[in-house]
């Protein structure tokens, strides 16, 4: 599976935006996908996942309420619905997916290459 995500830009706080990640290969739909981020020197943290079939969803506290993962399997595309932007939001963004739904990135065999999303204050 190859992924390639997009929809990064600059939003000032409070804002929104929408990321998509785009596979290619018809497993897809057999994938439990997930969304990651690396702010400058920290380490990559989990956001959201969603399983294969689109009927579970999983978020980080820090993002619970304020994002929304979501599927389209016969587009083969994931996206992350983020409202109500902070500037901590602000970091490199990476879909991914793995064979089981799972919140730790070493699980995840697949990556997309990453979109830059920064939350002006």
């Known amino acids: 599976v190859q992924l390639q995500a997009s929809g990064g830009g600059l939003v000032q706080a409070g804002g929104s935006l929408r990321l998509s990640c785009a596979a290619s290969g018809r497993t897809f739909s057999s994938y439990n996908m997930g969304w990651f981020r690396q702010a400058p020197g920290r380490e990559r943290e989990f956001v959201a996942a969603i399983s294969w079939s689109g009927g579970s969803t999983y978020y980080a506290d820090s993002v619970k309420g304020r994002f929304t993962i979501s599927r389209d399997n016969a587009k083969n595309t994931v996206y992350l619905q983020m409202n109500s932007l902070k500037p901590e939001d602000t970091a490199v963004y990476y879909c991914?997916?793995?064979?089981?739904?799972?919140?730790?990135?070493?699980?995840?065999?697949?990556w997309g290459q990453g979109t830059l999303v920064t939350v002006s204050s």
């Open positions: 991914a997916a793995s064979t089981v739904v799972a919140n730790k990135a070493t699980l995840y065999r697949y």
